[in-house]
């Protein structure tokens, strides 16, 4: 069994680390010219995986814009993963999941194990509970050769007190979630299989993260394009932890519209190696 | 357009407040002998829905064990919804989602849309991304008389640390947050439509929440029966904030197996009723 670290790093060496977003909401579908359907949601999401075929090797579907649609929506979700597997893409599920026991287990179960509908490499997930209230969903990933990214620091203003409250530790919320992320990846040569999301408004050190502890942690950045930081920012927003870091292109290339997607991921690509 | 909150009293006052918890999870399918299926999770929820009617007022489906089956799950999840609506029963979706801006929307969209397939009465929500993150879940609830409960004091010792961290304010991360959605209740006649999820393990002041602030503010209260607390207990975890709260019973009743489930749900409520 491959670990999922390992076949992250794999896909990276082979296609670059730029990952592309899959968030069809509506002022998409609308520019694009499709219906707020499922049906709509579909078309946008098949024409975005055309064109990530052979420019980047991982791609991040946002299930809220298929959960508004119910059970048709999940239908749409369940071909858009296994039509980008299937493509040798790696599906990393944004569903910031979260839970205790049982539970947990269940969403686990539904992103990461072999054969489930939804079956991704990795998804996100939400620790408002304790890190320990997602071991159930740590410890199936691991079995399984998938991916967990922990939702640390982000980029939204609002977000700022809760994720700088002070732990018992005398870190941050952020910071004392990316150390015990970090603790679970020690002994990974390359990456481990825990991640953690940090977005890219500003310097991780300002949230209370200490970027060296993240050389085996994976790093989902989102935000580049769109949300104001620019991929030629890695290095000053992500520090020594930059070279862990999968950012993420979403609304700066859909915005594009069919006819100009590859263009947009191409010149983003070229923006990334130049950086 | 009448508000969440007054038509939680409103079935409160003609129900009682006990809320049936709808988690089919294997062990309990194994126990009733039924598949670790779609179909099975659909026999135990509509079976539990025919034993709430009457009983109570209010379910939880808990929406894990239904995404775990993928599209197949959420038809059924469709189905024990409106099927739990049509008859009368206030339905709290278990979903815990967050996220920020148009993604958070899309959630709100799914879950308490007037005419989306999963409409419920309410969703839970988690404010990792901080309060402010889910004000476009708030603004479409109270535009559509629903209801949003935000995770806040959970009863798993692994959430302590991150809910106990100290604010800027000097409250606790979950003391900010209950103050934060008592104050977006304020001026409720009764109770307003933001609630909170506070877990039933220990008094709530340990948690350094105010229950002084919760007189408007509805709060569900998970884990009786089965993670530890009795319904008797109530007043001694809750304290002043006891009136407000929506205790939620699942495992101790859905083990009782089908034949059982009336009898334990009367159980509960003579408990609740004495307490």
């Given amino acids: 069994m491959i670990s999922f670290g390992d076949r992250l790093r794999s896909v990276v060496d082979a296609h670059g680390r730029l990952c592309l977003g899959l968030d069809p909401h509506d002022s998409l579908l609308q520019q694009w010219g499709l219906e707020s359907t499922a049906e709509g949601a579909r078309s946008l999401a098949m ?50 999941r979260g839970d205790i026991g049982s539970t947990a287990a269940a969403y686990g179960e539904a992103w990461l194990a072999p054969g489930s509908p939804l079956e991704s490499d990795a ?3 939400v620790a408002y509970q304790g890190l320990g209230s997602l071991d159930p969903v740590i410890a199936l990933a691991t079995q399984h050769g998938k991916g967990v990214f922990v939702l640390t620091s982000t980029s939204n203003p609002e977000g700022r007190d809760l994720q700088q409250s002070v732990s018992g530790s005398g870190r941050s919320v952020a910071g004392q979630l990316a150390r015990d992320v970090a603790v679970r990846n020690a002994g990974a040569s390359g990456w481990g299989s825990i991640g953690v999301v940090i977005g890219a408004t500003e ?44 950012p993420t292109v979403t609304r700066s290339v859909l915005s594009a519209g069919p006819a100009g997607l590859a263009a947009a991921l191409d010149e983003h690509r070229a923006e990334l190696e130049s950086a």
Same sequence: chains 1, 2.
Avoid: N
Avoid at 220 to 246: E, H, K, M, N, T
């Fill in 47 to 96: 024409t975005a995986l055309e064109a990530a075929h052979g420019r980047v090797g991982i791609v991040k579907p946002q299930a809220a814009f298929f959960e508004r649609f119910g059970a048709a929506g999940y239908a749409v979700l369940e071909e858009v993963i296994s039509t980008a597997r299937a493509a040798g893409l790696l599906v990393i599920a944004d569903v910031k």
């Fill in 123 to 125: 998804m996100t997930a």
């Fill in 203 to 246: 310097s991780i050190t300002a949230s209370g993260i200490d970027p060296v502890l993240l050389q085996h942690t994976p790093v989902l950045g989102p935000g580049f394009g769109y949300q104001g930081s620019r991929l030629s920012d890695l290095a000053s927003v992500y520090g020594v932890a930059s070279g862990s870091v999968i």
